[in-house]
DNA sequence: CATATATATATGATGTTTACATACATGTGT
DNA sequence: ACACATGTATGTAAACATCATATATATATG
């Protein structure tokens, strides 16, 4: 999610990322698809456009989800596929589905952060 | 913010971050202080972790506030202080103002996407 | 059959952001 | 003289994101 923005001095576009983006938000999202069935990259981006609501880069998704399975939130295996390549199916493991619950209570809070910060923005707005 | 895990293979602890951050949060947080007063970095802090809840790194957070003013959002004038050293004294700028409620925004989306997640996570437990 | 397109996974290069440590300067209290 | 509080700044390394590109197979189309 990137952001163009318009150099005041010499006019030049320079780009900045959107604000507002939480980190690797990315991989709960996995999680919660997966914990409610197996599959494999490129079948997941579409699930995902719906349930991130933002477009996913499908290099940095794949690199994502090798990270996932190095860090043990995930395993994979190999899926023969006669209408293509040959798929990699990731499963969710038990420590997955715990860091899952973690992030999803790290999110709670992130959302209290938020709506403090939005508070106070909206009272500084209505005076 | 960081985390400490267990490697499963080898017993050994690492680190890393903690989960839900929101990206540079702290800036629309600094732009909302200033947008009520002036003030300086060292000062900010206080207030800042009332209202961003989170410690903030000191050194990290001067570089902050030097990228903020390369960016536009605020701008800077020496103080003198009698009771210890120099402070450099943070004004918000116009551009800063239109980029607190373009940020205040964007978070507002970004609430949307954690309840959507939260949503589907909640009624995934429930089952 | 050559080419394009859809499906599918992966990596290289580069820049940004964060974490942690450290440096530097001034004033106050003991 | 020394510690400590106040105050700003930088060096370094790791983690993260972005964009481009490589690789492979199956299907559709001219």
């Known amino acids: 999610m990137m952001f163009t923005y318009m150099c005041r001095t010499c006019g030049c576009s320079f780009r900045s990322r959107d604000f507002g983006n939480v980190e690797r938000f990315i991989e709960p999202c996995i999680l919660l698809l997966l914990s409610k069935d197996s ?3 490129y079948g997941l981006m579409e699930d995902l456009e719906k349930h991130c609501g933002e477009k996913v880069d499908i290099g940095d998704f794949h690199r994502t989800l090798r990270r996932m399975e190095r860090d043990g939130w995930v395993k994979s295996d190999w899926e023969k596929n006669e209408a293509g390549a040959d798929r990699r199916v990731y499963t969710i493991t038990q420590e997955g589905k715990e860091f ?28």
Chains 1, 2 share one sequence.
Do not use: C, M, Y
């Open 39 to 41: 599959s494999h990259g």
């Open 100 to 127: 899952l619950k973690s992030a999803a209570n790290s999110l709670i809070r992130t959302d209290k952060l938020i709506h403090k910060f939005l508070e106070g923005f909206q009272k500084s707005q209505s005076v």
